[in-house]
């Protein structure tokens, strides 16, 4: 092994960075496939394709795993092929199809990064695919989630 790859330790910066730069090079590559109009039949399409999305996902629409406050919860599972998720999404989002691919971007990242990432890299993830500045992207799922309490 040669001697100065073993002195070289990325920062936590750089490790971020370099997070960071996956999600968005993924999120394009996604959005390449798909198209930039991403809607309820695309979105469901990508969770379901393992290029864009690492394990299986199920959409259930149940407020029974979430507390007062959100309006989608995540959860890991041990399936008989190894892991895959369930994303309950609350009830009234059912049939919101505006809505659900936002919401749904949003967990993508988690999925396919697990535990490593943070809110900030599911808003960057969602933004990219959505071709949207991290903000604005923030902003409509902020949106999306008032409508759930009024």
């Known amino acids: 092994m040669n001697q100065d790859h073993k002195k070289f330790k990325p920062t936590d910066a750089q490790g971020k960075q370099s997070l960071h730069d996956h999600i968005v090079d993924k999120a394009l590559q996604t959005r390449d496939a798909y198209g930039a109009q991403i809607n309820i039949v695309t979105i469901t399409e990508m969770i379901n394709d393992q290029k864009f999305v690492r394990f299986p996902v ?86 999306i989630a008032d409508n759930l309490g009024g």
């Not at 989608?72 to 999404?89: E, F, N, W």
């Open 58 to 143: 199920e959409i259930v629409f149940s407020d029974a795993e979430l507390s007062d406050s959100e309006f989608a919860y995540l959860q890991t599972k041990r399936g008989v092929d190894g892991l895959q998720y369930k994303l309950s999404i609350h009830p009234y989002y059912k049939g919101r199809d505006q809505s659900l691919p936002y919401i749904i971007a949003y967990y993508i990242v988690c999925v396919n990064y697990g535990d490593i990432v943070t809110s900030e890299e599911a808003e960057l993830y969602g933004a990219t695919l959505f071709g949207l500045e991290i903000d604005d992207y923030y902003h409509k799922l902020c949106a």
